[in-house]
T-cell receptor, first 111, second 115 residues
């Protein structure tokens, strides 16, 4: 099974701080995705990274795919309370069909 | 318009009962999934259907039986419910397989509580 390890598991910071969330695996992925899940809702896709070394920016969020395509990171600059949520990384599963998800990073940003 | 809709949103039932969760997507996607999210927020694939055909059946007890009457619907029937089945169940859909980079669209989830 292609396991995705996320760290940290929990993160509580104040508005305006920067943070980085990591997603690591011993497996190579053709692509990795990041989702955000808010309480009572389903996950929503933030970004898909497909090329080793790729960097994608989404406003204050910066996503990076490792050169070897085994890991990824999500960096948030000047976090805001609206960034609060569960951040999930996901990659192609062993079956080649559905996504395997990491265990998530629960982020709380307080004013 | 809701893209992926599940009903019911909450389900409380006694051990041993049989229950169903319904899912419909209006995105025209050809692939649908059921995921289970446990109390620690871990999201695990249960089933995947492509064009109404079962593609993935992870190690799920055979008390769980998915049914796809057409490409827009994927229902989940659970027999003889157990306490350990309590979780949030998410339906999702995609065009093509998500493992190949396609975006998964999730429903709002069904919180199942077995008492």
């Amino acid at each position: 099974t292609q396991l995705l390890e996320q760290s940290p598991q929990f993160l509580s910071i104040q508005e305006g701080e920067n943070l980085t969330v990591y997603c690591n695996s011993s497996s190579v992925f053709s692509s990795l995705q990041w989702y955000r899940q808010e309480p009572g809702e389903g996950p929503v896709l933030l970004v898909t990274v497909v090329t080793g070394g790729e960097v994608k920016k989404l406003k204050r969020l910066t996503f990076q795919f490792g050169d070897a395509r085994k890991d990824s990171s999500l960096h948030i600059t000047a976090a805001q309370p609206g960034d609060t949520g569960l951040y999930l990384c996901a990659g192609g599963g062993d079956s080649g069909y559905a996504l395997n998800f990491g265990k998530g990073t629960s982020l709380l940003v307080t004013p | 318009d809701t893209a992926v809709s599940q009903t019911p949103k909450y389900l409380v039932t006694q051990m041993g009962n049989d229950k169903s969760i319904k899912c419909e997507q209006n995105l025209g996607h050809d692939t649908m999934y059921w995921y289970k999210q446990d109390s620690k927020k871990f999201l695990k694939i249960m089933f995947s259907y492509n064009n109404k055909e079962l593609i993935i059946n992870e190690t799920v007890p055979n008390r769980f039986s998915p049914k796809s009457p057409d490409k827009a619907h994927l229902n989940l029937h659970i027999n003889s419910l157990e306490l350990g089945d309590s979780a949030v169940y998410f339906c999702a859909s995609s065009q093509g397989f998500t493992a190949l980079g396609g975006e998964a669209f999730f429903g709002q989830g069904t919180r199942l509580t077995v008492v």
